[in-house]
């Protein structure tokens, strides 16, 4: 084994030490002293942290280490770097865009190819144009002016012709941070499946609980018999959590265990953390990608159609919301109330009261309203128990949250906000309102499916649309694409970077036509004035940005 020897800084190495069975010892000499040193034989390409301004390139069936010159790698200076990855912007002809992602050869020179293994399958084999071209994108927006301009492009997802990791070189790992999502397992399960059976992958590790557990627990092997039927279950097996971000302690776990795919499944904090982690494994030069599946019950994340579990979600507060109609309708001025998740985003409560066609009444935090006064839920209370005899009412747990009394405000350990209970507050204000104001008896029900709705197994459509996300993800990793999440755009898988996700929340826009199809349906107030709405800047130009202002959604308009 011969070295390039770098001229400064080897003892550094002195203190270096990995815990991993995959290690490749080397010996370093320079003219001063001798050095023992140990890296992780899985990685393709790597660097030593603690070797300042040195890093080490290690190929896998070479017997050569050659050592070049880097920026700083310790994680303590990288963290406090103020370097962060630009855009990647491309433009063409009719004002095209593409947002491309980052790929590992934008930072690491030279790096090998492979043929795609997929090539020799016999089920991918047959398949004509299996892989996908390199100049396949997906536009943002598909409702187009004839001479607007083509506009925002993501890079299509998929199989490509070479790939950038060697099978066997692959160690990969998976995460799942944040609330419960049905569907977790089922990504869990097919990116373990699809690096097995589609890539001849099997070295998988699970990260137990979440950000936390790549430092503070330990890891579990996955493999495609250990996942076969977690699809049926509801939760993680993996377990998660929320807080316990810690960047460099993260990342020093991914590089002594000689990780290079990291998949992460998590919402926008998630996605956040992601990002971070992405940064900081570039500015050390090492050759992981850094792979994101959006996972959101309340499907906040900006950008893609929508997020895997939300139509599970939708479907199971049905349930809910059938048990409140009923309860509602059997006695004398029944109200049935249902709170449903939604922190910041109300999505859910919008979709299942869209389909349930029961509901009287769907109060969502991006629509403010008021109990009193003339225009005001009270009174249309009144009104539909004068007229109907009764009514529900959905609310989302983020609605009205500037109503209740003022007091402290505390966070969970990722710093969102802690909301507090709308449901129980609104119910207490409707019956004092007319037992004691209106003197007018009630029976008010009140449901809390929030927690319900989400740890259940997704359905059968989530399920299809998890394993396409999965093994979206696998192809990008494979194909050496980092920085990116995997998400469906118009109906298409592509990767998108992790700027443009955790950029700002996915909110419905209230002056869009789908609000105005839940107001015309459930006949209820608005609560705003026209000219509050046209002057909602934050609104408007989400509109704008997600194009649905006209019928450009496919799920969602
Ligand atoms: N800005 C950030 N930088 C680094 N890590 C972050 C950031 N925001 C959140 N995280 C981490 O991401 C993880 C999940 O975040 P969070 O609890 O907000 O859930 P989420 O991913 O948004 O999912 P959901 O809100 O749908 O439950 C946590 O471990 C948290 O510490
Ligand atoms: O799981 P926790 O920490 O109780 O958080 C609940 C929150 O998580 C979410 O389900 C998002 O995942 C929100 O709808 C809800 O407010
Ligand atoms: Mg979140």
Redo the contacts with the bound molecule.
């Keep these: 084994m011969d070295f390039v020897v770098a001229p400064s800084s080897s003892h550094s190495l002195l203190n270096h030490s990995h815990n991993n069975n995959n290690i490749l010892c080397c010996y370093f000499n320079n003219k001063k002293n001798r050095s023992h040193f140990s890296v992780p034989s899985s990685a393709g390409i790597f660097s030593l942290r603690k070797f300042n301004s040195v890093s080490f390139r290690y190929r896998r069936g070479c017997s050569r280490i050659v050592c070049t010159r880097r920026r700083v790698m310790d994680s303590s200076n990288s963290a406090t770097s103020p370097e962060v990855s630009k855009p990647k912007i491309v433009t063409g002809p009719g004002g095209y865009v593409l947002e491309d992602v980052p790929h590992l050869s934008d930072y690491i020179p030279d790096l090998p190819t492979y043929p795609n293994p997929l090539q020799d399958n016999p089920a991918y084999s047959v398949v004509k144009q299996y892989f996908v071209h390199v100049d396949d994108t997906v536009p943002q927006k598909v409702v187009v002016h004839k001479d607007g301009p083509r506009g925002i492009h993501f890079r299509r997802a998929g199989p490509r012709q070479r790939v950038y990791f060697d099978s066997d070189e692959v160690h990969a790992c998976i995460v799942t941070c944040?609330?419960l999502?049905p569907g977790l397992n089922t990504v869990i399960r097919e990116i373990v499946c699809g690096l097995y059976h589609m890539y001849g992958v099997k070295k998988v590790l699970g990260i137990d609980g979440g950000y936390r557990g790549f430092y503070a627990k330990n890891t579990v092997n996955l493999n495609p018999k250990f996942v076969n039927d977690i699809h049926k279950r509801g939760g993680t097996v993996l377990g998660t959590s929320?807080g316990g971000h810690d960047t460099s302690k993260i990342v020093d776990s991914i590089q002594d265990r000689g990780i290079n795919q990291v998949y992460i499944i998590g919402?926008d904090g998630t996605q956040r953390g992601a990002s971070v982690i992405f940064e900081e494994i570039r500015r050390r030069g090492l050759k992981v990608s850094v792979a994101g599946i959006p996972k959101?019950?309340?499907n906040d994340i900006p950008v893609i159609d929508k997020s895997f579990g939300f139509d599970t979600a939708v479907e199971e507060a049905q349930r809910a919301i059938n048990a409140a109609h009923v309860e509602a309708d059997s006695i004398e001025n029944g109200i049935g109330l249902v709170k449903l998740?939604?922190?910041y985003s109300g999505f859910i409560a919008m979709h299942a009261t869209l389909a349930s066609r029961d509901v009287d009444c769907c109060l969502i935090p991006e629509s403010p309203f008021y109990l009193e006064g003339p225009g005001g839920l009270y009174e249309y209370i009144e009104r539909q128990l004068k007229e109907n005899g009764h009514m529900v009412i959905v609310i989302a747990?983020g609605a009205g949250q500037e109503l209740l009394s003022e007091s402290m405000t505390l966070k969970?350990a990722s710093g969102n906000k802690l909301?507090k209970d709308v449901g129980l507050w609104i119910s207490t204000k409707i019956k004092d309102y007319f037992s004691k104001e209106r003197k007018i008896p009630i029976n008010l029900k009140y449901i809390d499916p929030t927690y319900m709705i989400?740890a259940i197994p997704s359905n059968a459509s989530d399920n299809v649309y998890c394993t396409l996300l999965a093994q979206s993800a696998v192809h990008g990793a494979m194909s050496g694409y980092t920085g990116f999440t995997s998400g469906l755009v118009n109906g298409r898988q592509t990767y998108i970077p992790f700027s443009r996700i955790i950029e700002k929340q996915n909110k419905v826009v209230i002056t869009d036509r789908m609000w105005a199809r839940l107001l015309s349906s459930t006949n209820q107030p608005s609560f705003w004035s026209p000219k509050v709405a046209i002057g909602d800047k934050d609104n408007e130009e989400e509109a704008n940005d997600k194009g649905i202002c006209g019928e450009e959604d496919p799920h969602f308009n």
């Design positions: 944040g609330g999502c929320r919402g959101t019950i309340d998740m939604g922190r747990e969970d909301l989400r």
